[in-house]
């Protein structure tokens, strides 16, 4: 069984830029749920897509966006990048919106100069 | 909203000593605990977590914690520590299992030899 993977590993980019992070959700699971993890803090909850539908939000702008697929992967989008978007981007994929155990990717490190 | 607090930002320990990291939470309804470790470089790992009943909770490697409702506190505790726990330590609340997590800023276990 294929656990959570994340692409890509690292990246880097400019102020004002956009970037596609993605995740692949693990077999039978079709949650999908986003975090931003600053350096040295704990994650934070973005957004969290269910069915492909998305199923909350967290305090993030609106720069800050998102999809899921049919296959239940799903990206993270950040338009206008800034210097505090620099962070650790954590997904996580569960069997169920409400009662399923969240599993962990091992994360995008995004570095904005 | 929940809120959560992790009472220590860093705990250095001997090899083979036991130890406790503290963690409060802060809730307006009935919530789901949980504690998961960070190695560097990788994501989230699941530890534990308390969904109902027995108030004690034992988890993966040697781990406990201890739901307490009336000092809304969930302690981890391991009575005899490695090298390989070296690791950062979240707790974390959600409304449900699934559901958005809420996490403390940390606890950084150092383990000495």
């Known amino acids: 069984e294929t656990g959570v993977t994340q692409s890509p590993t690292h990246l880097i980019k400019t102020r004002g830029q956009q970037v596609t992070l993605r995740c692949s959700s693990q077999?039978?699971?079709?949650?999908v749920s986003w975090y931003q993890q600053a350096l040295g803090q704990g994650p934070q909850f973005i957004f969290q897509?269910?069915?492909?539908?998305?199923?909350g939000r967290g305090n993030f702008p609106p720069r800050f966006s998102g999809l899921q697929f049919p296959n239940y992967s799903s990206e993270l989008n950040v338009n206008a990048l800034e210097l505090d978007d620099s962070a650790l981007y954590l997904c996580?994929?569960?069997?169920?919106?409400?009662?399923?155990?969240?599993?962990f990717g091992p994360g995008t490190r995004l570095t904005v100069t | 909203a929940q809120s959560v607090t992790q009472l220590d930002s860093q705990v250095p320990v001997f090899e083979e000593a036991p130890v406790e990291l503290r963690c409060n939470y802060s809730?307006?309804?009935?919530?789901?605990l949980f504690w998961y470790v960070q190695y560097p470089n990788q994501g989230l790992q699941l530890l534990l977590k308390?969904?109902?009943?027995?108030?004690l909770v034992k988890g993966i490697n040697g781990f406990e914690a201890e739901f307490n409702k009336s000092q809304t506190s969930f302690h981890l505790r391991k009575p005899s520590v490695h090298i390989s726990d070296t690791a950062e330590y979240f707790c974390?609340?959600?409304?449900?299992?699934?559901?958005?997590?809420?996490f403390g800023e940390g606890t950084q276990l150092t383990v000495n030899p």
């Open positions: 996580a994929s569960s069997q169920d919106a409400l009662f399923g155990e969240q599993y």
């Open positions: 077999s039978g699971h079709n949650t």
């Open positions: 897509y269910y069915r492909e539908e998305k199923n």
């Open positions: 809730s307006s309804v009935s919530v789901y």
């Open positions: 308390y969904l109902s009943g027995s108030t």
């Open positions: 974390a609340v959600s409304v449900t299992s699934g559901s958005r997590l809420t």
